[in-house]
T-cell receptor
Framework: EVELLESGGGLVKPGGSLRLSCVAS????????MSWVRQAPGKGLEWVSA????????FYIDSVKGRFTISRDNSRNTLYLQMDSLRVEDTAIYYC????????????????WGQGILITVSS | VLTQSPDTLSLSPGERVTLSCRAS???????LAWYQQKSGHTPRLLIY???TRATGIPDRFSGSGSGTDFTLTISRLEPEDFAVYYC?????????FGQGTKVEVK
């Protein structure tokens, strides 16, 4: 069974930093692209960032470029999100997400979601 | 950009539901998915490839469409189907969600 367990959330002041971690189990972590998706209170879903499994190429939504850094440690089955220069508008539940497998042809979707972790940016 | 309509639907159990997702540019079917999110819960994959049901999804859920117009249909609304529904697309480097359609009890 796939499990994605996020940690590292909490309350931080504007301009501060946090690092989220997501420990994965139940699948071959090193063969899947992994993403972070967030959801502000009462709002919709917003994809934040992704990292490929092998070349570890990274992708970001424009609003977090230069502030957030996604990374992964395939030896530890762990995904990270380093969040710097945090803003009030970054307040959200952050979900660790396992993307669809590399099939032929590949279909694109988010296959599994963690339970999410709350980040609150407030003074 | 993905635009879903309507924002809210007020319906009764047993009714047929049709949710719309319109893309600002053409989307290949392989890149279009639908999710359900119940209040206080994690999103759940319903449909991928625009029309393929995910594992364990009841056959009252169906997806259709192509190009810029996609539809999620619930043939007969069950009490557990009241939730927010999101469409999603991938353009090769960025994932985008629609703003969601809330299906609520009338």
């Amino acid at each position: 069974e796939v499990e994605l367990l996020e940690s590292g959330g909490g309350l931080v002041k504007p301009g501060g930093s946090l690092r989220l971690s997501c420990v994965a189990s139940g699948f071959s972590f090193n063969t899947y692209t992994m993403s972070w998706v967030r959801q502000a209170p009462g709002k919709g879903l917003e994809w934040v960032s992704a990292v490929r499994p092998s070349d570890e190429r990274t992708f970001y939504i424009d609003s977090v470029k230069g502030r957030f850094t996604i990374s992964r440690d395939n030896s530890r089955n762990t995904l990270y999100l380093q969040m710097d220069s945090l803003r009030v508008e970054d307040t959200a539940i952050y979900y660790c997400v396992k993307e669809s497998p590399y099939t032929t042809p590949r279909m694109y979707y988010f296959e599994s979601w963690g339970q999410g972790i709350l980040i609150t940016v407030s003074s | 950009v993905l635009t879903q309509s309507p924002d809210t639907l007020s319906l009764s159990p047993g009714e047929r539901v049709t949710l719309s997702c319109r893309a600002s540019q053409g989307v290949g079917n392989r890149y279009l998915a639908w999710y359900q999110q119940k209040s206080g819960h994690t999103p759940r994959l319903l449909i991928y490839g625009a029309s393929t049901r995910a594992t364990g999804i009841p056959d009252r859920f169906s997806g259709s469409g192509s190009g810029t117009d996609f539809t999620l249909t619930i043939s007969r609304l069950e009490p557990e189907d009241f939730a927010v529904y999101y469409c999603q697309q991938f353009d090769g480097s960025v994932w985008t969600f629609g703003q969601g359609t809330k299906v609520e009890v009338k």
